[in-house]
T-cell receptor, first 115, second 113 residues
Framework: NAGVMQNPRHLVRRRGQEARLRCSPM?????VYWYRQLPEEGLKFMVY????????ESGMPKERFSAEFPKEGPSILRIQQVVRGDSAAYFC?????????????FGEGSRLTVL | QQQVKQSPQSLIVQKGGIPIINCAYE??????FPWYQQFPGKGPALLIA?????SEKKEGRFTISFNKSAKQFSLHIMDSQPGDSATYFC????????????FGAGTRLAVHP
């Protein structure tokens, strides 16, 4: 499967635990975007990364959330000390280039439930 | 704040009908307007997209109409089928730079047989 791969697809955490969501972009893509989708809402931009660099994190909450895209391996979205309001679907998207077309390819999402 | 407003929130049509979904934006600094289709439990998939120098674009049964002066664009689905039942999102890309998309809130479409 050459698409964007996300795991886990479903994750249950208790309040105060950590959640780690992983994203492997499409083959050949080095640009990764994370979006959050709350129930019955649209997708909200969180962060844009290139390999080893955070380019735009304007949509990331200032605390508890972090993202990385190392030289080797998948991109990771990390949520520390989760709260119930973090329950959402988190989508990763990738693009071939960093500019121009606007064409993002999305994964199937990771659905986080915080008890 | 850059926003894309989408309506209606939900839509029900009969098979063969032509659902129309509308979007409006408030910031002129957008240069690309894609529509995404999302089935339950799946990620959004690009359906069709348009640039502001074009007033209409057709791909199969899907048509985007774009009104630059009114800052509005819409999606029409011709001869709709039950398999078109999904949530549709309009989006806008900020001019220049990278592929950051601002999404509308989505329209849940149900096409009844």
């Amino acid at each position: 499967n050459a698409g964007v791969m996300q795991n886990p697809r479903h994750l249950v955490r208790r309040r105060g635990q950590e959640a780690r969501l992983r994203c492997s972009p499409m083959k050949g893509h080095s640009h990764v975007y994370w979006y959050r989708q709350l129930p019955e809402e649209g997708l909200k931009f969180m962060v844009y990364l290139q390999k080893e660099n955070i380019i735009d994190e304007s949509g990331m909450p200032k605390e508890r959330f972090s993202a990385e895209f190392p030289k080797e391996g998948p991109s990771i979205l990390r949520i520390q000390q989760v709260v119930r309001g973090d329950s959402a679907a988190y989508f990763c998207a990738s693009s071939l280039s960093g500019s121009g077309t606007g064409e993002l390819f999305f994964g199937e999402g990771s659905r986080l439930t915080v008890l | 704040q850059q926003q894309v407003k989408q309506s209606p929130q939900s839509l029900i049509v009969q098979k063969g009908g032509i659902p129309i979904i509308n979007c409006a934006y408030e910031n002129t600094a957008f240069d690309y307007f894609p529509w995404y289709q999302q089935f339950p439990g799946k990620g959004p998939a690009l359906l069709i997209a348009i640039r502001p120098d074009v007033s209409e674009k057709k791909e199969g049964r899907f048509t985007i109409s774009f009104n630059k002066s009114a800052k509005q664009f819409s999606l029409h689905i011709m001869d709709s089928q039950p398999g078109d039942s999904a949530t549709y999102f309009c989006a806008a890309k900020i001019t220049g730079g990278y592929n950051k998309l601002i999404f509308g809130a989505g329209t849940r479409l149900a096409v009844h047989p």
